[in-house]
């Protein structure tokens, strides 16, 4: 696990941003993993950019989101669909028919997570999954208690999401109370993770997936299993780290970082 500290929200967001633009330009037909929320907003505004001013090329890639609630159309102002078109993909050349994201009106549930499952396979698997972090430490929507092996599955939202995500609707009430969501599992399978955090309210999460130990009561631990595993926090998110000057020590001193005039 590899955890990279950022001055700030903006930082972490460009240098994030430019993990995933030097594996499209090594691997133009990559298969990116996408997160939506909050967090994420900064990178994918990072990689807009670079389409625009730098002509990053999107028009192999193939993409797979990590959840959606159910019972949004794809038109609903704060269903995933909605934010992914807004805040990328209309922004991009990514061919509409390269775009996954689960389907929050399904009539067969099981079945059509059945099918994402499948679908990841014959895309021959991510190469590189963005994640957030909830603030009691779930990635996707794999709340507190989830099985670390999970595959793809509806899910039923713990209160605390449901009250972290009402700012986002009119009232608290309007939240969906169950999500379709990639498994920990099912996540763990990407070639490589990147995981996002930012701010105060993120740094007990942070702490407890980075430092903590391996369990399913935070699900973003899961991350110190992986091989290849990214941590890219802002300074604020950085803030409970016991170690967080050995990692910017590590990233101070890594072979070809720049090193300070004498």
């Known amino acids: 696990m590899e955890v990279i500290i950022c001055p700030s929200y903006e930082e972490m967001s460009i240098m994030a941003a430019r ?15 996408l997160a939506t929320g909050s967090t994420p907003r900064g990178l994918y505004a990072e990689l807009v950019r670079m389409h625009k001013e730098e002509g990053l090329d999107f028009s192999q890639v193939t993409t797979f989101n990590l959840d959606e609630y159910v019972g949004l159309p794809d038109d609903h102002p704060q269903s995933y669909h909605y934010f992914m078109r807004e805040h990328l993909f209309k922004h991009v050349n990514i061919p509409e028919q390269n775009i996954h994201i689960p389907s929050g009106t ?38 507190p208690g989830s099985s670390l092996g999970s595959r793809t599955r509806i899910k ?15 009232k608290e009430e ?40 391996v369990c399913s009561m935070v699900t973003a631990s899961a991350l110190q299993l992986h091989p290849r595993s990214m941590i890219f926090l802002d300074e604020a998110a950085a803030g409970k780290l016991q170690m967080a000057d050995y990692y910017k020590w590590v990233q101070q001193n890594k072979p070809g970082a720049p090193k300070p005039e004498v």
């Not at 993990?19 to 993993?33: I, Y």
């Not at 939240?175 to 498994?183: E, R």
């Not at 995981?195 to 130990?213: D, F």
Request: charged letters at 25%; aromatic letters at 6%; one cysteine or more.
């Open 174 to 213: 309007d939240v969906p109370i169950y999500a379709i969501t990639m498994g920990v599992g099912t996540i763990l399978e990407a070639r490589r993770l990147l995981l996002l955090a930012n701010g105060e309210n993120k740094a007990e999460a942070v702490r407890n997936a980075i430092e903590g130990p």
């Open 106 to 143: 399904t009539r067969n549930h099981v079945a059509f997570c059945e099918w994402y499952e499948r679908r990841i396979k014959e895309c021959g698997g991510i190469d590189l999954q963005i994640l957030g972090i909830g603030a009691d430490g779930h990635i996707a929507f794999n709340e």
């Open 19 to 33: 993990e995933v633009a030097s594996l499209l330009n090594t691997k133009p037909n990559a298969v990116l993993g």
């Open 156 to 170: 039923t939202l713990a209160a605390q999401t449901i009250k972290d995500n009402a700012r986002f609707f009119e």
